[in-house]
């Protein structure tokens, strides 16, 4: 899969601001959004007509050996039929420490990722499998 990161990653992952092994965090199928790398929050993504169709829970085995971010692979269960969902956003949704959710205000992006297998999704009800990339880059490399 191709990935693009968001500025405010960058940022977050330089400043301590995100934390890929402490921290919460999710990925969002969206339909309806332009990737802008200046956009922060996941609420920029909905501001901008972006709709988050599914959202994963937490990643789990989580690695980043390298700068190389990977993690086990997903499942959206129960994905609501609709147009193809064309990109997926990875994002931190819990304070830099890990915990509960925080407001989409507050929910930092990290990556974009509009092309790979699987890509678009066309849900039909049932669930999504969504298998992260096993090339040399995986979900990203900072």
């Not at 989409?104 to 092309?115: A, E, G």
């Not at 890509?119 to 090339?135: E, I, R, S, T």
Request: charged share 15%; glycine share 12%; proline share 4%.
């Amino acid at each position: 899969m191709a990935s693009q990161l968001f500025d405010a990653g960058r940022e977050g992952f330089l400043l301590g601001e995100i934390d890929w092994d402490g921290g919460v965090i999710k990925t969002t199928l969206v339909r309806g959004y332009t990737f802008n790398a200046a956009h922060r929050f996941v609420s920029d993504v909905q501001n901008a007509g972006g709709s988050l169709v599914a959202t994963s829970s937490a990643l789990t085995a989580k690695s980043g050996i390298g700068g190389v971010a990977d993690a086990a692979d997903l499942t959206f269960p129960a994905v609501v039929t609709g147009a193809a969902i064309p990109a997926a956003i990875y994002f931190q949704s819990s304070a830099v420490t890990g915990g509960a959710d925080v407001a989409p205000t507050q929910q930092r992006l990290i990556c974009y990722i509009d092309s790979g297998t699987g890509l678009p999704v066309v849900p039909n009800g049932q669930a999504v499998n969504w298998a992260h990339d096993n090339g040399a880059n995986r979900i990203f490399k900072l």
